[in-house]
């Protein structure tokens, strides 16, 4: 299977914090510190030396509530109301500059932590602001949720990998039709 590009910069932050848990291969990267350290790191973000089990739990509900978001439906509201929790948590606010880029987020939290998710949503607010984020998708899989990015011309993908999860949901739509044929 080949995977779709990364988003671009800087959607490859919110992308890579949806894709610390993939579903299907049961992965979390979040369950011990070290894969927050690595996360982190990777994506140039402060993190605290030694994350606590608080810190890995915070992330992970900051990550949930960011997929949700991504994927719509029901659970938007409550997950937008996590997302906004945190950002009144970490005082994230803009700040005007007066030259390029003209403006910033900036967080009053006191921790290594608040300041890389003031960053996280930082790019979540500009991105809902500009437009960009209408692109970056989780897969319609239920059983995958990976957030992607839709380059398609039209943005109207429903799948990570359609060779992947659009042909598992297609093969059972079709067994879903002939079962019904057969019980006719």
Known sequence: MTPR??????????????????????????????????????????????????????????????????????GAPAAAAVLNGELARTGTRPLLQAGPPGAEFVGDGATALDTAITRVLATLVTARLDGSLARLKICGAEDCLWAYYDRSPNAV????????????????????????????
């Open 5 to 74: 590009p990364a988003a671009p910069p800087p959607l490859t932050v919110l992308q890579s914090l949806v894709n610390t848990r993939e579903l299907l291969e049961d992965r979390d990267d979040f369950t011990a510190p070290a894969g927050l350290l690595a996360w982190t790191e990777a994506q140039g973000l402060p993190c605290p030396a030694r994350p606590s089990e608080a810190d890995l739990t915070r992330m992970s509900r900051v990550r949930e509530a960011l997929r949700q978001l991504l994927h719509g439906g029901e």
């Open 157 to 184: 993908s429903r799948w990570c990998e359609t060779s992947v999860c659009g042909a598992r949901h297609k093969m059972r739509a079709y067994r879903a039709r002939r079962a019904a044929a057969t019980t006719s």
